[in-house]
């Protein structure tokens, strides 16, 4: 089940905020993405982990993705441990990614920084021969991805590089507000959130203005890189 591209989220939703626009953009180009999320959001104040399951799976068919995967981890409690260690490792070596996209470094919520750590960890000891990993009976090769960025959620973080989502922006939108027991929540039952407030989604739309506003662009997502971007020509780059 290799792909390209493989995105990990601790919630839910996660990837749909932080790097919906540019995982479309990319199946778009012909690419393969893949979406591990690492708990099932079961803290989350407002829905239960079945709509959660539900609304992940409506997104995931507006992202395009060629897979997605719960590691049911425990939402808000789970550690950087040898057990959570080895669930993202034998992730990482299903799907074989080039890249892989991760949570930011921190974060308004704090499982969203101990994730990045978490998966960041992983994807250098997923690279060792002597980690030795199976799936389904059979023994794993090991995977090291060639590159690792974090996308920006909800902490302003100043970005690395910033993706023009200007084309692929209203189907984002869209795959956020697949969750429908999270955002944009008008009136009705239960209660309000930070996420579940209208608000919420003018601000998901003001930052995205405001990275792409950085590059000249009308939408954009701002990424954190972990090593030094080489290029090997000044026309490679969009603007
Ligand atoms: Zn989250």
Redesign the pocket.
Same mark, same amino acid.
């Given at each position: 089940m290799k792909v390209d591209i493989l995105a990990v989220?601790? #919630?839910p !939703? !996660?990837v749909e905020l932080g790097c919906g626009g540019a995982l479309i953009a990319s199946v778009k180009e012909g690419k393969k993405v893949a979406v591990v999320d690492l708990t099932k959001?079961e803290l989350g104040s407002r829905g239960t982990p079945e709509t959660r399951k539900a609304e992940a799976e409506a997104a995931s068919r507006i992202l395009g993705l060629s897979a997605r995967e719960n590691l049911g981890m425990a939402d808000g409690f789970f550690q950087i441990n040898q057990e959570n260690t080895l669930k993202v490792i034998t992730a990482i070596r299903k799907y074989q990614p080039e890249v892989l996209i991760c949570?930011a470094p921190h974060d308004r919520?704090p !499982? #969203?920084g101990r994730s990045s750590q978490l998966v960041k960890e992983a994807a250098f000891l997923s690279g060792l021969i002597r980690i030795e990993t199976s799936l389904e009976g059979q023994p794993q090769a090991a995977w090291r991805p060639k590159h690792l960025y974090h996308y920006i959620?909800d902490d302003y973080i100043e970005p690395d590089f910033i993706f023009d989502i200007t084309d692929t922006f209203e189907q984002r939108q869209e795959s956020i507000l697949s969750y429908t027991t999270q955002f944009n929540v008008v009136a009705g039952d239960g209660v309000q959130t930070y996420i579940s407030k209208p608000q919420f989604m003018q601000g998901v739309e003001a930052r995205a203005r405001l990275f792409g506003k950085r590059i000249g662009a009308e939408f954009g997502e701002g990424y954190i890189k972990t090593r030094a971007l080489g290029i090997s020509s000044f026309d490679r780059f969009i603007l």
């Open positions: 989220g601790v #919630h !939703d !996660d959001g949570n919520h !499982d #969203h959620q």
